[in-house]
């Protein structure tokens, strides 16, 4: 409530836009997620590395590329006091090739693999599975240019998303070429299009000059309609992707990794070259990716950094979520002890009890003073405990606790140092 003048002003504030909070007992999920990632990409030698949510702007426009969505529409930029622009990432492989090059990784052991979590920003429009903050973990490798890398973090998004219980994904495949072959592609798409260009989105029409490959990534139906027939990239690789391109094939075979091959698969990031992948599922409507990636080659050479050959790929959090969710029965955390207590000395022997039990392991609630013993079991069982400790004056003089089993009804009276294997027995049976 603020007041202006006479006038009393009732204020509701509200996250921005396309922005949310993440609560729980959803958060548990999150946290499993995310833990399993780190678990299973330490498997692979992924150590994790923290990136810092802003970045010079350019950073962006030259990794991502000037024409490309985010970049022309979709980046959070403002200038900093001292008038420099800023930028809140829109993705995280910018900024991680930034560091690689900032801290010359590329003196360590080849290669090195990375992985990060956090939010990212792009001004979207709103929508399912569209945000403006939404979150990704995400995978960079460094310093390998063999086909096996590419198989194998393919298949390591594979596994976690094994890991993680989601089934019916499917992983798309394509080449997109390097800087020898496209030229010959992009030729050939523009000669394509020529006579269609009228009846393209604006978008596509500016792209067809700019960056004829974009047209292929337009979600715009009658963008959609209109490519039908238009040339392969796969049909113009040159021999070096066309070969990289076959024994990433050969080796998803002998790893049984199922795939489709799907060549329009462009990605809607400049950066990329010869390998790109997507996984999707069809439970999401029409924001299908769950994960995307590819091979970066020329990237940190571009930077200034030392020629590295480079592969990631990065996971949408809430997508993901949303797909979990479907089949997750989240519960939130209830107590294994709630300790009512009554009169300040009680209080105060069931404050130290509790964290004596804490320290035990157990999840333990307290009473924080002032209620009746009648509400705070009311409280208790409120918040599901399994079990309830009584302490007060005549507990305090005996030295013994009342203790009740609220699952099974039981209770009786017990020794103070005797409680730990009570609840234990109390637990284990419930
Ligand atoms: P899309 O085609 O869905 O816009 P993209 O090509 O922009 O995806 P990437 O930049 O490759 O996506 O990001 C990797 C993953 O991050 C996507 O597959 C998606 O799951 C997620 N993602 C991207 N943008 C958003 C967003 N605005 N809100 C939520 N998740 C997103
Ligand atoms: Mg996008």
């Known amino acids: 409530m603020i007041r202006r003048g006479k006038e009393k002003i009732q204020l509701r504030y509200s996250a921005p836009k396309g922005i949310h909070d993440i609560l729980p007992p959803d958060i548990s999920i999150w946290q499993k997620t995310e833990a399993t990632a780190k678990e299973l990409f330490q498997k692979y030698g ?31 930029t403002f200038s900093d006091r001292a008038g420099r622009s800023i930028t809140l990432r829109p993705e995280g492989t910018a900024s991680v090739v930034r560091a690689f090059i900032e801290h010359n990784l590329q003196n360590f052991t080849s290669p090195q693999k990375f992985y990060y979590t956090g939010p990212m920003f792009r001004y979207e429009r709103p929508q399912k599975g569209r945000f403006r903050q939404f979150y990704q973990i995400g995978v960079e490798a ?68 700019l960056n004829p490959l974009r047209i292929l990534d337009c979600k715009v139906e009658r963008c959609i309609a209109l490519r039908h027939g238009s040339p392969l990239i796969p049909e113009h690789l040159c021999d070096d992707c066309s070969n990289h391109f076959e024994e990433l094939k050969e080796r998803l075979r002998i790893l049984q990794m199922p795939y489709t091959l799907n060549p329009e698969l462009v990605r809607g990031l400049d950066y ?18 769950v994960a995307a990636g590819g091979r970066y080659d020329k990237l940190v050479e571009e930077f200034g950094g030392p020629a590295t050959p480079a592969i990631g790929f990065a996971i949408g959090m809430e997508r993901l979520i949303t797909l979990l969710m479907e089949k997750t029965n989240l519960l939130s955390p209830v107590p294994d002890c709630f300790i009512a207590t009554i009169g300040k000395e009680a209080e105060l022997k069931g404050l130290l009890l509790a964290e004596q039990l804490r320290e035990k392991g157990y999840h333990v609630e307290i009473h924080y003073g002032g209620a009746s013993l009648k509400s705070q079991l009311r409280r ?40 730990s294997s009570i609840l234990k027995n109390n637990l284990e049976r419930y």
């Open 46 to 76: 992924y150590q994790e590395i923290r990136t810092p949510i802003i970045e010079h702007t350019d950073i962006f426009i030259r990794s991502i590329g000037e024409n490309t969505d985010i970049v022309e529409k979709e980046m959070y």
């Open 142 to 209: 460094f310093g390998e240019r063999h086909p096996t890398m590419d198989a194998e973090i393919i298949t390591m998004l594979c596994s976690f998303m094994k890991a993680i219980g989601l089934e019916g994904i499917n992983f798309e495949l394509n080449s997109i070429g390097c800087e020898k072959c496209r030229p010959d592609y992009k030729n050939a798409l523009l000669l394509f299009f020529k006579d269609k260009l009228d009846n393209f989105c604006p978008d596509c029409q500016r792209r067809y000059s």
């Open 272 to 289: 990329y070259t010869k390998t790109t992948f997507e996984a999707t599922s069809n439970h999401l409507g029409s924001q299908k990716a």
């Open 380 to 419: 208790a069982d409120r918040m599901d405990s399994r079990f309830v400790l009584i302490i007060g004056d005549d507990e305090l003089r005996s030295g013994k606790i009342k203790w009740k089993n609220l699952k099974n009804k039981e209770q009786g009276e017990i020794e103070i140092e005797d409680i």
